[in-house]
């Protein structure tokens, strides 16, 4: 299958900085990118769907100007936690679909843990 | 996006199939049942997916009853490697929609 590829896979920041989070899609040019959050023995919730080239498109009750989303390019997406707070400890998750196909493939994850 | 149901946990000898049901009463024509895996700490992991067809890969079979309101993800020879939350979702094909991830389902296989 598609590969995607998070970077950092863990970081740990102090509060009131920013965290850059990386989405690449190894083998596949990716037109839609999602980023998804996940707290410790929760599912997963989408925070916001990114096309290429276009605004993201954020889910209700999360904060546009708090997390950044670029995606600038077919193979990249990247997600910023501005300001960064100990309430956004999380696993942020993004995963990639190419063209309009029927599937979607996820990154690894990344482990954010503000101090 | 239809809702769809599952059993929070189940457990299967190591060897023997896993069968993961799913309830997906409200399921539209357009819809598709996907089925994606995760192991602890790590991000999910597609498995597969159907419209009405059963279909099978190298990783498991889906089957998909007649009236579409319910499926069975099966692991033929399930190994510790298995043991993961596996979550059934319907989503429409082709559009920029995203996946919504209810709770799923915890599969232990036993030694």
């Known amino acids: 299958g598609a590969v995607v590829s998070q970077h950092p896979s863990r970081v740990i920041c102090k509060s009131g900085t920013s965290v850059k989070i990386e989405c690449r899609s190894l083998d596949f040019q990716a037109t839609t990118m999602f980023w998804y959050r996940q707290f410790p023995k929760k599912s997963l919730m989408l925070m916001a769907t990114s096309n290429e080239g276009s605004k993201a498109t954020y889910e209700q009750g999360v904060e546009k100007d708090k997390f950044l989303i670029n995606h600038a390019s077919l193979t990249l997406s990247t997600l910023t936690v501005t300001s960064a707070h100990p309430e956004d400890s999380s696993f942020y998750i993004c995963?990639?679909?190419?063209?309009?196909?029927?599937?979607?493939?996820f990154g690894p994850g990344t482990r954010l843990l503000v101090l | 996006d239809a809702k769809t149901t599952q059993p929070p946990s189940m457990d299967c000898a190591e060897g023997r199939a896993a069968n993961l049901p799913c309830n997906h009463s409200?399921?539209?024509?357009?819809?598709?049942v996907y089925w994606y895996r995760q192991i602890h700490s790590q991000g999910p992991q597609y498995i597969i997916h159907g419209l009405k067809n059963n279909e099978t890969n190298e990783m498991a079979s889906l089957i998909i009853t007649e009236d579409r309101k319910s499926s069975t993800l099966i692991l033929p020879h399930a190994t510790l490697r298995d043991t993961a939350v596996y979550y059934c979702i319907v989503s429409p094909s082709g559009s920029a929609r995203q996946l919504t991830f209810g709770s799923g389902t915890q599969l232990t296989v036993l030694p």
């Open positions: 409200t399921i539209s024509g357009n819809e598709y």
């Open positions: 995963s990639a679909r190419e063209g309009l196909g029927e599937t979607q493939y």
